[in-house]
């Protein structure tokens, strides 16, 4: 007879790294913009300081009047701010060019396209708008093959330009080869949620509405506006952080378990839970609050009140903090409110997804003080994980306490811009968003920019440096 021995599991294989040894072309349509500055060089002097990307052609293009030399203090200062002033890094700076083009005509990017050699990545640091002509011009001169697009959020500005955006996209290569940025994708600590749920035995059997009451994914700064009017003031933070950052944090925290972390089984179960996403009760106006910040202090630090901000326009009624509540409407979840909120100078730094889990079944008659129910707490920055129990603690031995256990873990190899990047050069889409999850994203929170549009939610004010407006949708984020 033969008796069936349960196998010992078996470790998945390492994820495969593809790094090609061929010098990469990375064009930057919109090298003097923002974005570039703050985000994609630091991004790219990690990568290459890592070591992760060997060599590089930067070509840097916009409408500025730069030369050469221009651009390479810009490169050279954003790699310093990331100690990225290795040979390596040298290299890539003194061999790198600015070419002044206007990257919406299709004679300025034939131009620039014959500049490039090699396997070609062409990055649009540009607004929505922009994105989408420059990529409309593109379309009409074709690419070289195997050519990679990387783009940064926001994808178009609602869901009929995003899907606009991604059929124009598909005309130029195929879904796999663009690279939507989304750089919280790439953060150690929202990708330490796919290790702490599905290589646990004690998590997932409990992450269900059988045992959890709620969800909060909050992400509260104490920064304001900072000199990012031209960008900021035309999208606020329900399209700056709760459309794009924190519905992927949703998603991989609420996910069905993929097969593989590989790009086709991860984006696939991003895109079916996010499919499952919609606003509570399907009322923007029971489930959304929005509110901006006035003057105030924050450490020390004056601020003054967002719309006297040089170059933000307070007829757009901008807010700065944006709170939504969903429903994600699976087997697993129906019946959890999931709370997201990010606000601009707010008195502190908190940045978490916190999981409320019911009370306990039954506490027995003669354990006192049972009050507040366990939570798991996952910090995106500082990265930690902390798990509040209720145990007896000291004293009376029947009085019971709450405990928290804490665990600190290191930064993630590379910073979250870096880690994204990685996947663009090595072509591996798997910590891109894909297309139609970006259009998911927008159809998720089109109902509250309606109703925010025709001013169904007032738009309350906060003191910059304080905890937000009072008016919040399930009482306060708990301590
Ligand atoms: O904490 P991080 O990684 O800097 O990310 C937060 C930032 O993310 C950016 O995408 C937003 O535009 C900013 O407004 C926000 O401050």
Not at 275 to 280: Q, V
Not at 316 to 342: C, H, I, K
Request: charged share 25%; glycine share 10%.
């Amino acid at each position: 007879m033969t008796t069936l021995v349960p196998r010992a599991p078996v470790a998945a294989p390492a994820k495969s790294v593809t790094t090609t040894a061929v010098r990469q072309t990375l064009l930057v349509l919109g090298a003097s913009g923002d974005l570039t500055g703050r985000l994609l060089l630091p991004g790219l002097g990690a990568l290459l300081a890592s070591g992760a990307l060997p060599g590089l052609r930067l070509i840097g293009s916009g409408m500025d009047d730069w030369d050469d030399e221009r651009w390479r203090r810009r490169v050279a200062d954003s790699f310093a701010t990331v100690g990225a002033d290795g040979a390596g890094e040298s290299e890539v700076i003194k061999a790198s060019r600015y070419v002044r083009a206007d990257v919406t005509s299709e004679e300025g990017l034939r131009r620039l396209l014959a500049d490039c050699a090699g396997p070609l990545v062409i990055f649009f640091a540009l607004p929505p708008m922009v994105t989408a002509r420059a990529a409309a011009a593109l379309a009409r001169i074709g690419v070289p093959p195997g050519t990679r697009l990387m783009l940064e959020k926001p994808f178009g500005v609602d869901r009929i330009s995003a899907h606009s955006l991604n059929n124009l996209l598909a005309t130029l290569v195929p879904e796999e080869q663009v690279h939507r940025i989304d750089h919280f994708l790439g953060k150690s600590t929202v990708l330490n949620l796919l290790g702490l749920r599905f290589a646990n035995r004690i998590f997932e059997p409990v992450l269900n509405s059988a045992h959890v009451a709620c969800v909060d994914i909050v992400f509260d700064e104490t920064l304001g506006l900072e000199g990012r009017a031209g960008y900021y003031d035309g999208a606020g933070a329900l399209t700056d952080m709760v459309q794009s950052h924190l519905l992927q944090v949703l998603a991989l925290l609420a996910m069905e378990p993929p097969p593989s972390v590989r790009a086709q089984e991860l984006r696939g179960r991003t895109a079916q839970v996010l499919r499952a996403a919609r606003l509570w009760d399907d009322d923007p106006v029971v489930a959304s609050r929005r509110a901006r910040y006035t003057a105030g202090e924050i450490d020390g630090r004056r601020l003054r009140n967002y719309i006297d901000e040089p170059g933000v326009d307070p007829a757009r009624r901008t807010e700065t903090l944006a709170e939504v509540v969903l429903t994600v409407d699976t087997w697993r979840w129906a019946g959890v409110p999931f709370r997201l909120r990010s606000g601009k100078a707010m008195s502190a730094v908190r940045k978490e997804a916190i999981i409320t889990f019911k009370q306990a079944a039954r506490v027995p008659d003669g354990l006192t003080g049972y009050e507040r129910p366990d939570r798991l707490r996952i910090g995106f920055g500082p990265d930690c994980l902390a798990l509040d129990l209720n145990i007896n603690g000291p004293g009376n031995p029947f009085d019971l306490d709450q405990v928290r256990l804490t665990a600190d873990f290191g930064p993630g190899e590379l910073p979250a811009y870096g880690e994204v990047l990685r996947g663009a050069f090595e072509a591996d889409p798997t910590l891109s968003v894909r297309g139609d999850v970006a259009e998911e994203c927008w159809r998720i929170v089109e109902p509250v920019l309606a109703a925010w549009r025709a001013d169904e939610v007032p738009l309350q004010e906060y003191a910059a440096g304080s905890g937000g407006p009072v008016d919040t949708l399930l009482g306060p984020v708990p301590e």
